[in-house]
């Protein structure tokens, strides 16, 4: 055999191949896929229909779901603003108890040691001389 005979035999196995891998493809297009393709098909104005009515129940939700994100987001900023002030009226809180400690400190400082205070008071004014001896106080 020589080289120009076995060439031509390749050339022929290929197009031999290719010819019947062609054929395989348009019989599985023609017997298989496209009696699949046209089932799909037959019962297209239910699928229709049915897309239609999803459309006419999901637009209103569609349609309402940015006002209900707008609404969320007002709620969480006076979410978000009702936490500051509770936060001031803790801040506030403790300044409230801290100044009602001391107002009660000097309650009982004022109950307990006045009548003290006075005494010791007078004690002072009975060891006070008279205003024209000063220099002699004792």
Known sequence: MNSKR??????GMF???GTFGVIIIMLLLVFVWQP???AGFSNFDTISNAIYRLDKTAR???EMAPLMLGEMDKMRE??????????????????VSTMNYSVNRMAWVVENRM????GEMNQINDR???SGMM????
């Open 6 to 11: 076995f060439a031509d035999f390749w050339k």
């Open 15 to 17: 197009y031999l191949v």
């Open 36 to 38: 699949l393709w046209t």
């Open 60 to 62: 209103p939700v569609a």
């Open 78 to 95: 006076s979410i978000a603003a009702m936490e500051k002030s509770i936060a001031t009226l803790e801040s506030i809180s403790k300044s």
């Open 115 to 118: 009548g003290l205070m006075v």
């Open 128 to 130: 006070m001389s008279p």
């Open 135 to 138: 220099p002699f106080n004792w």
